[in-house]
């Protein structure tokens, strides 16, 4: 089921893509075309944040006790 999570994240960063770049032409501004960019926070950032949230449901599994 984890690697569902992949086409789902490609899907909505797709979906955002699309979005701005409506608005962008709508507001008249210009589009930085960064793939590497997207790529990198399709992959990498999934990569960071999987563990967290781990560790952040497992917290209110077991209603630990949370510091900011």
């Not at 967290?52 to 510091?67: M, R, S, T």
């Amino acid at each position: 089921m984890t690697l569902l999570v992949i086409p789902i994240n490609v899907m909505i960063m797709v979906t955002m893509l699309i979005l701005q770049k409506r608005f962008m032409r709508y507001a008249d501004l210009k589009f930085r075309h960064n793939i590497m960019g997207i790529v990198l926070y399709v992959t990498v950032y999934q990569i960071l944040m999987s563990p967290v949230c781990v560790v952040g449901y497992f917290q209110e599994i077991f209603n630990a006790k949370k510091k900011w």
